[in-house]
T-cell receptor, first 112, second 113 residues
Framework: AQKITQTQPGMFVQEKEAVTLDCTYD???????LFWYKQPSSGEMIFLIY??????QNATEGRYSLNFQKARKSANLVISASQLGDSAMYFC?????????FGKGTMLLVSP | NAGVTQTPKFQVLKTGQSMTLQCAQD?????MSWYRQDPGMGLRLIHY???????DQGEVPNGYNVSRSTTEDFPLRLLSAAPSQTSVYFC????????????FGPGTRLLVL
């Protein structure tokens, strides 16, 4: 069984600063994928970034990067130059057989 | 291309009533899933399907039934609603087993009184 742990219930950051959202995982699979999703107050799930377990380089998508440390089983999301629109819930997830296991999420609030 | 659609957006039920949450996708994806989201719990898998005619249970399947008669549709049935099923329900689909991108529907908010 897979497990995701997000230890930060809430994070505060000022606009234009960088922020790191923590995620640790547990899995017995040799091949797996790690995801980050954003859920704004409107409720939809927005895919942000994906990292495969065999990818040697950390994934990046615009202002989002995934700091993947396989030995430590961590997959932290780094948001550079935070914007007010980044205020949302952020979920880390790991692949199972064709499905995802999610963490409980981190609420990020970006202040002006 | 509408992606993943869910109906209804909102629903209020009384305890013991039955209803079906509809989910459809037009991307010809083989894999579809249902999740529920409760406060402080993240998303938890209810049921999933790896193709027409094939379904399996997830983490929290009790109280829910599914079937997959077509590739496009994956309805979720509540046979006798309970207040504990008050939640936001998300349907998702993906192309194949490699879950590089799972597309989510907009969600259905369900309140059981």
């Amino acid at each position: 069984a897979q497990k995701i742990t997000q230890t930060q219930p809430g994070m505060f950051v000022q606009e234009k600063e960088a922020v790191t959202l923590d995620c640790t995982y547990d899995t017995s699979d040799q091949s797996y994928g790690l995801f980050w999703y954003k859920q704004p107050s409107s409720g939809e799930m927005i895919f942000l970034i994906y990292q495969g377990s065999y990818d040697e380089q950390n994934a990046t998508e615009g202002r989002y990067s995934l700091n993947f440390q396989k030995a430590r089983k961590s997959a932290n999301l780094v948001i550079s130059a935070s914007q007010l629109g980044d205020s949302a819930m952020y979920f880390c997830a790991i692949t199972g057989y064709s499905t995802l296991t999610f963490g409980k999420g981190t609420m990020l609030l970006v202040s002006p | 291309n509408a992606g993943v659609t869910q109906t209804p957006k909102f629903q209020v039920l009384k305890t013991g009533q039955s209803m079906t949450l509809q989910c459809a996708q037009d991307m010809n994806h083989e894999y579809m899933s249902w999740y529920r989201q409760d406060p402080g719990m993240g998303l938890r898998l209810i049921h999933y399907s790896v193709g027409a005619g094939i379904t399996d249970q997830g983490e929290v399947p009790n109280g829910y039934n599914v079937s997959r008669s077509t590739t496009e549709d994956f309805p979720l049935r509540l046979l006798s609603a309970a207040p504990s099923q008050t939640s936001v329900y998300f349907c998702a689909s993906q192309r194949d087993r490699v879950v590089e991108t799972q597309y989510f529907g907009p969600g259905t908010r369900l309140l059981v009184l």
